[in-house]
């Protein structure tokens, strides 16, 4: 438990940050900050700049997203926007526009 | 994916080490076991659990505050503070609940209507808008000097303590400063209609 969903009929316009996993469903403008992991689901919209351990998604995304450790765009999902991260998983079907940077000194 | 079979969908939560600033809208129960600030409207149900904070004036359905809530709510159907619940704002809805407990300053609008009665049954308005819901020591009853007349018998129990103008009901009236209702027929009464049910059950 202890997991926060942002439902899909819900809109959220600012800052979210928190320190557990986050799962949108619905929408979400303005900045993502987490210490965990972060799914868009299919349902998902956002428009945010995002910073987080892991991301993966399945929705939509643009903007910015800057991961400690993974991200994984799942297919189907749409993303516009640079990613940085050690490690970037980009699955067949997913569409994708941005840099990419692995660039992340050895751990 | 593990983690999103958890969750059952449909139903938002904000966990408990969540804050989210801004404006947050939508259409479907919400649950806050974490913190939100800015603004929030919803169309269901939002349900503020003992850990969850809410500094944000939240137009909603229905509320259940049993953490803490700091602004002001607008709610359409109900307003619930349960035994854990704190509050500090105020608080517009045709059924506001208040149990043994919780903890609540601000102010109370029930409107005029008691919940599931149509608008031409009014014929006899209320003019006490704010029912002693609060905890603080009621004022003695206003002397009658000016409304006795109108008053109908027996009705000095109900005296409105917390009328906070003078003593011309229609002008108590336009301070609730509510939106929907249009201007009753009749003229209005003091304390004619004191029906609706207020639950309040404050112990010191």
């Known amino acids: ?107 | 994916m593990a983690a999103k079979d958890l969750v059952t969908s449909g139903n938002t939560v904000i966990g408990p080490s969540i804050l989210i600033n801004g404006k947050l809208t939508g259409d479907e129960d919400l649950t806050v076991r974490g913190r939100v600030e800015g603004e929030l409207s919803l169309t269901k149900t939002l349900i503020v659990e003992p850990s969850g904070v809410v500094k944000a004036n939240v137009t909603v359905k229905n509320a259940v505050v049993s953490g803490v809530v700091v602004g002001n709510i607008q709610a359409t159907e109900s307003v619930e503070l349960t035994q854990e619940g704190r509050m500090v704002g105020d608080i517009r809805a045709p059924r506001v609940i208040i149990v043994d407990g919780a903890s609540f300053r601000g102010r109370v609008d029930m409107g005029e209507l008691p919940p599931g009665r149509s608008l031409p049954e009014r014929t006899t308005p209320r003019t006490q808008l704010r029912p002693t819901v609060r905890s603080l020591p009621a004022p003695p009853p206003r002397p009658a000097a000016a409304t006795t007349a109108a008053r109908p018998g027996g009705a000095s129990s109900a005296a409105p303590a917390k009328k906070s103008g003078g003593g011309m009901p229609g002008i108590v009236r336009g301070e609730s400063a509510r939106p929907a209702p249009p201007p009753p027929p009749a003229p209005p009464v003091v304390a004619a209609g004191a029906k609706k049910k207020v639950v309040l059950k404050k112990k010191k």
């Not at chain 1, 998983?89 to 692995?102: E, Q, T």
Request: glycine share 12%.
């Open chain 1, 1 to 107: 438990m202890a997991n926060t969903v942002i439902g899909s009929s819900i809109v959220i316009d600012g800052e979210i940050s928190g320190d557990e996993d986050l799962v949108i469903q619905g929408t979400v403008k303005g900045k993502i900050s987490l210490r965990e992991s972060l799914f868009v689901e299919g349902s998902g919209v956002v428009e945010a700049d995002i910073e987080t351990q892991n991301v993966e998604i399945a929705g939509r995304v643009t903007g910015n997203i800057q991961a400690s450790d993974k991200v994984e765009l799942k297919a189907d999902c749409r993303v516009v926007g640079d990613v940085k991260a050690p490690r970037i998983l980009i699955a067949d079907g997913a569409s994708f526009k941005g840099n990419v940077d692995m660039d992340v000194k050895e751990r």
